[in-house]
């Protein structure tokens, strides 16, 4: 048999098999927001216009999780609530150019009861990420607030579309932007993800 034949036959094999799947795109919620947005760690039924859950597998390393990402927007900010399931920090970054590399974070934990919500930029590859005060920019954050309970932390926060800050990316009503995620177990905000990463879209809403 020819050596092409074999590799698609085997291909062909290991597809079905089910070890390789193809990656399915996270299903969007699209509801009306009708509820107000408070910073209180509760993600209400109406709070948030769109929603979607990025999930990670166990593997090396990684003890597999998952985040739920619910966002709105007006004309002027976004509104953003991270749901993760880790007792440790967790983090979304808005379109990086390769890995993390430029990626404008935030890096949130809850401990003790009080949030902590970091405003972030990413320089290289894999880290370091630096709050961007210390790069010469500055917190955008404009308000935030957390809970955590039964192996899960909420964040929920708000900030401006466009911060003017060359470490925030600056986005637009309708424009769909590129995400990473990751959640660790450890509470020190500078120790690496061990429970899950991952990449996702979110798409914003248009103004008209
Ligand atoms: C807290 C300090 C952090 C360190 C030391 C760190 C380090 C690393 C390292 C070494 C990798 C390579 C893969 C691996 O070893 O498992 C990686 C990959 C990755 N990290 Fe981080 N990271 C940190 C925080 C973050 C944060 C806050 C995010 C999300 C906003 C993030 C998102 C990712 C993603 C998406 C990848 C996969 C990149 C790819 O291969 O395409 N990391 N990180």
Redesign the pocket.
Known sequence: MKPIIVALFLGLLLFSSGCIQPEKAPVVAERTATEEWKADGIVGDSEYSRSMLLQAPARQ?YSGGEMQISWKNDPEYLYLALNGSTDGWL???FEPQE??KN?D?I?ASVQGGKATVLDEYCTGN??P?IEDTLLGGTNDIAEFGGSKGSGRTVIELKRKLNTGDKFDKAFSPGQTISI???L?QNQE?????NVA???GVMTLTRMS
């Open positions: 390393g983090a979304i970054g890995w993390m990626a974070i890096l894999y880290g990420h990473i995620w990751a660790s905000l500078s120790l690496k993800h990463y991952g990449e």
